[in-house]
């Protein structure tokens, strides 16, 4: 059974920094890209940064560069979402997502993501 536990999710305040991090179990890691999306009320899924199957390909999108840093760790079958300088329009869901032998690019493609985490609220208040 594939799972993909999200921790790390919580409020904090404009300016401030959050950790997620995603356990992935019951798969082969090494052969999946990871990634992160997010979703607020009322908008689509969208993703936030990706990091290829091999770990050498790293996508961000515009509002995330700069800002956030994707990293991901086989040994320990898991991969993070540093976030920094967060603001209130970072607020949503954010969900852990993993696909097959995928470029980082995979981040613009959600419907074909293979698994997903069940989310981490972030909260983030001015």
């Known amino acids: 059974q594939v799972q993909l536990v999200e921790s790390g999710g919580g409020s904090v305040q404009a300016g401030g920094s959050l950790r997620l991090s995603c356990t992935v179990s019951g798969l082969t890691f090494g052969n999946y890209a990871m990634g992160w999306f997010r979703q607020a009320p009322g908008k689509e899924r969208e993703g936030v940064s990706c990091?290829?199957?091999?770990?050498?390909?790293?996508y961000y999108r515009d509002f995330a560069k700069g800002r956030f840093t994707i990293s991901r760790h086989n040994a320990g079958n898991t991969h993070d979402l540093q976030m920094n300088s967060l603001n209130p329009e970072d607020t949503a869901i954010y969900y852990c997502a993993a696909k097959r032998f995928a470029r980082a690019d995979f981040c613009l493609a959600p419907t074909a993501v293979d698994f997903w985490g069940q989310g981490t609220q972030v909260t983030v208040s001015s």
């Open positions: 990091i290829s199957w091999g770990g050498a390909d790293t």
